[in-house]
């Protein structure tokens, strides 16, 4: 998308961010969004985080996850990009069932072959390991999901994690996607 602040593009009336939050906010008790840029428009929906300037600009979702992991009141966060918008009902809930099904601190959503790697449910606990990889260079989301054990949650047959990253999806996506299946029933990286 270029320089365009992809959580506030507009897609079928109203910002990707909206759509996000829409599906996001009756999952989690509360929300938090990573956005270091547009703050003033990003409050509407959220309590909004910058990343840790120490870090350096624009180190990518896991500075928001970090963020949001020092900001938050609660042990658990569950996190999902802007750029998703058709997010399962009940994204949460399985990946908070596979955390207590088996002991993991984090748990990520997968389908059709492919992690998804910023839709998680992590331990706020996981906060120094996680500034100790940010503090290092390191930045690939996975490699540091493995670092810490991470439970992959299968999601086959959902259909409500495609990404718009490019004004063709954009334009492609505009029509589809129309109804996610109602399911079962957090820190939201933003605009970045």
């Not at 334009?171 to 109804?179: I, N, R, V």
Request: aromatic content about 6%.
């Amino acid at each position: 998308m270029g320089e365009v602040d992809k959580g506030l593009v507009p897609w079928r009336g109203k910002p990707l961010v909206e759509h996000v939050r829409d599906r996001f906010a009756p999952q989690v008790g509360g929300l938090l969004i990573s956005a270091n840029r547009n703050p003033e428009r990003y409050a509407v929906y959220g309590a909004v985080l910058a990343d840790d300037a120490a870090l350096g600009p624009w180190q990518g979702p896991l500075a928001g996850v970090a963020a949001g992991l020092a900001a938050a009141a609660t042990p658990w966060v569950a996190v999902a990009p802007c750029d998703t918008p058709c997010l399962p009902l009940d994204l949460v809930s399985r990946l908070a069932h596979a955390i207590a099904d088996t002991g993991a601190p984090l748990a990520v959503a997968g389908a059709h072959g492919r992690r998804h790697s910023v839709c998680m449910l992590l331990a706020v606990s996981l906060l120094p390991d996680l500034l100790d990889y940010l503090h290092r260079g390191s930045r690939r989301v996975d490699t540091w999901q493995a670092r810490v054990r991470a439970v992959e949650v299968p999601f086959d047959g959902e259909d409500g994690f495609f990404n718009i990253n490019t004004p063709e999806q954009l334009a492609d996506k505009e029509g589809s996607h129309d109804k996610q299946a109602p399911g079962a029933g957090g820190a939201g990286p933003g605009g970045g």
